[in-house]
């Protein structure tokens, strides 16, 4: 034998080891930390560009400030995990700029992180995984709200955490057991994402009403004359999810989880009624009228993007009207990546004919999770509605165009799928100015990116 021949013989056993290690759990973990390392530190850098509270931290910070100083809960229209976040960071940060936003900067992280193993979960692939979660950080939607003392990202961190595990769990083929605590761990971000605001249970809804389709046509004994390896529905291969196992996953465990973060409520009134009393509260000033709002828009304009929120537009060291080259704002517009955003509206149709047309289990959970989240808001009894409601859906964009690059033809396309991605990355650049007050902008550069009168 040649040295090269031998050189070649010896490499490919070690090849196939680092193909093995590449796809263990300790490599797909440290990939994960990885991730969500990397996205703190983008989420870090320039965190207190904006010196003082802007939009809705002008309510949390104030009540974070309360909270710490009498134990009072107040804004109340919402459930009190977020600003026991918020309160949190600032005893750990400080009352500034960085102590405000800390804890929001590492659950935006944390959802990354989280989108990777959704993303894992839905492909089986790593290399696919890693391409969504990409996308979904080059969105724009997580950076900005990343950046915020407000309530959405700890609802959007917990709610992607919960996709993950419930997606996990529904393709367990090995292990019921394994299932059953997937599931349940699933139950219990869902009643703490519901804890951060009630729209939670928007998400909580649609994973319940994709294990009662199952177990619907489990009962009936549904049999697919061409059974596919991606059926939604496979019943020799589902683990044993009784009703009562689901029962404790998605009602107790919620629940449960939901009724904890009360504990300091219920703790500084002395009575378990005050958490009683607080639904009762929150009811009266959800169903209440609203004011209206001049960034305000309704649910069915949200897929065209007509009408995002601007956070803050700030001229440094003048007013609005000597807003020149010489004098630039700091801008942060709660603005999607339209090059990501149009095209993944489009993937998310495609996930739905997936589901229906080839019964598929994960164009099934990405449509689920989409639609779980965006249509209740067409009922909302407020009637005062934001752009900014529908970020929990957007963040399934990514996994959507992930599926119609790689499920969508004879195989993967991963050149086009590259190619999309660098224009994406690029688009996100650009419009990073916008985003984050970190890089002022005259007129001319503000021109530029914001494009329509409605994005004004």
């Known amino acids: 034998m040649t040295l090269a ?66 134990g009072e ?22 009352d500034n700029p960085i102590g405000w936003r800390a804890l929001s900067a590492g659950f935006g992280a944390a959802t990354l992180a989280a989108m990777f193993a959704w993303s894992l979960a839905l492909t089986r692939d790593a290399r696919q995984a890693l391409w969504a979660t990409a996308a979904t950080l080059c969105d724009g939607v997580l950076y900005v709200q990343s950046r915020a003392a407000m309530l959405d990202i700890f609802l959007m961190a917990f709610g ?9 769990s529904l393709k367990e ?13 699933s139950g219990v971000c869902l009643g703490l ?56 996953a998605f009602a107790v465990a919620p629940l449960f989880a939901y009724f904890l973060a009360y504990l300091p ?50 001229v440094i060291g003048g007013s609005a009207a000597t807003w020149s080259a010489q004098h630039p704002a700091q801008t942060i517009v709660g603005l999607a990546n339209p090059f990501l955003f149009y095209p993944g509206e489009a993937a998310l149709l495609y996930c739905g004919w997936l589901w229906i047309g080839r019964r598929d289990v994960d164009g099934m959970i990405v449509a689920v999770a989409f639609f779980s989240q965006y249509l209740p808001w067409a009922v909302n009894p407020k009637g005062l ?38 224009v994406v990355a690029l688009a996100f650049g650009f419009f990073l100015p916008v985003l984050s007050a970190q890089f002022p902008l005259g007129p001319d550069e503000f021109a530029a990116r914001i494009w329509f009168d409605g994005w004004r």
């Open 193 to 248: 994402a519901s804890a951060c605001k009630l729209s939670g249970v928007f998400l909580w809804a649609g994973i319940v009403a994709i294990y009662a389709l199952i177990g619907l046509m489990r009962l009936w004994r549904a049999r697919f004359e061409e059974p596919g390896e991606h059926d939604f529905y496979a019943s020799a291969e589902w683990p044993a999810m009784t009703f009562g196992w689901a029962l404790i």
């Open 173 to 185: 083929r090995h292990s019921p057991r394994r299932a059953i605590v997937l599931a349940i761990s």
């Open 5 to 70: 021949a031998r050189e070649t013989a010896e490499a490919v056993p070690a090849l196939g080891r680092l193909r093995r290690f590449a796809a263990s759990p300790i490599a797909l973990t440290l990939v994960g930390i990885a991730i969500f390392l990397g996205a703190l530190a983008l989420f870090r850098w320039g965190l207190d560009a904006a010196r003082e509270v802007y939009f809705d931290e002008t309510w949390y910070v104030p009540a974070a400030r309360t909270l710490l100083k009498t």
């Open 265 to 314: 409520q219920m703790i500084r009134a002395g009575t378990v009624v005050e958490f009683f009393a607080a639904q009762r509260r929150m009811i009266d000033i959800m169903t209440g009228s609203s004011a209206t709002h001049p960034y305000s828009s309704l649910w069915y304009q949200w897929p065209a993007m007509t009408r995002p929120v601007w956070c803050l537009f700030q």
């Open 385 to 422: 509605e934001f752009f900014y409601y529908y970020f929990p859906s957007i963040l399934c964009l990514g996994p959507a165009l992930a599926l119609a690059f790689f499920r969508g033809g004879p195989s993967p396309r991963y050149g086009p799928a590259v190619g999309f991605l660098v």
């Open 160 to 168: 992607v955490m919960a996709l993950a595990l419930v997606t996990f």
């Open 73 to 94: 809960m107040t804004r109340q229209e919402h459930p009190p995990l977020a600003k026991l976040l918020i309160a949190a960071s600032m005893a750990l940060f400080g």
